[in-house]
């Protein structure tokens, strides 16, 4: 009976944050998933595409990627995305994305074009485009647009401060019904300690 109780305090204190209401900025990349999702302070890195806009600045070289999750072995829960980021110019980056999730009956996709640069040596910001589109079977659909606005700071060379509005200008998916996008706002720390140890924490 231990055994059980302990078992639903454990899901109760963790289920909820894994779970999503609909067309959240759910987590996409082995990277960040891996690190528990405290990902808007880590610079230069491509799956920052799919997080913090301004986390691409720092990326030197045009780089391509592309992930797959199947949630429980379940074709219902399969979501996805692939990427690419390029660099141009002088301290100027590019990015363009697309990604989904859901089946036949329900289905969420988004595509999103993202820009970064860096101002000042240490201190890079990004701006992404974002069209998103859900459909229901039997339902119809309903898409919107919306902004990510991200900031990257590199206080040291090990020590990195981001942050990251998701949906800043709030948009709406159908009007006529009020549903409203989620908005949310990331900020996280990333301390490389080694080449091989990383600290991450996000709020």
């Known amino acids: 009976m231990k055994v059980i109780r302990t078992f639903l305090v454990a899901c ?10 609909g067309n959240e900025n759910q987590p996409i990349g082995a990277r960040r998933m891996g690190l528990g999702q405290a990902y808007a302070g880590i610079r230069g890195d491509f799956w920052q595409l799919f997080m913090n806009p301004a986390g691409i600045a720092t990326v030197a070289a045009p780089t391509a990627g ?5 949630r429980y072995l379940l074709a219902e829960l399969n979501s996805g995305a692939a990427g690419v980021v390029l660099p141009f110019k002088n301290r100027h980056v590019a990015g363009l994305d697309f990604g989904g999730f859901g089946f036949g009956g329900y289905n969420e996709s988004r595509i ?7 101002l000042f040596e240490k201190l890079s910001v990004g701006a992404k485009l974002n069209f998103a589109r859900t459909s229901i079977e039997n339902y119809g659909q309903a898409s919107a647009l919306y902004l990510d606005l991200g900031v990257s700071l590199a206080i040291t060379e090990e020590l990195s401060l981001g942050a990251r509005i998701f949906n800043a200008n709030q948009a709406d998916l159908a009007q006529e019904i009020n549903e409203q996008l989620p908005s949310t706002i990331d900020v996280g720390l990333g301390y490389q300690v080694t080449a091989r140890v990383l600290f991450v924490a996000d709020v």
């Open 12 to 21: 109760v204190l963790l289920l909820p944050s894994l779970t999503y209401a």
């Open 66 to 70: 592309a992930f797959f999750e199947q």
């Open 112 to 118: 999103g074009l993202t820009y970064a640069t860096t």
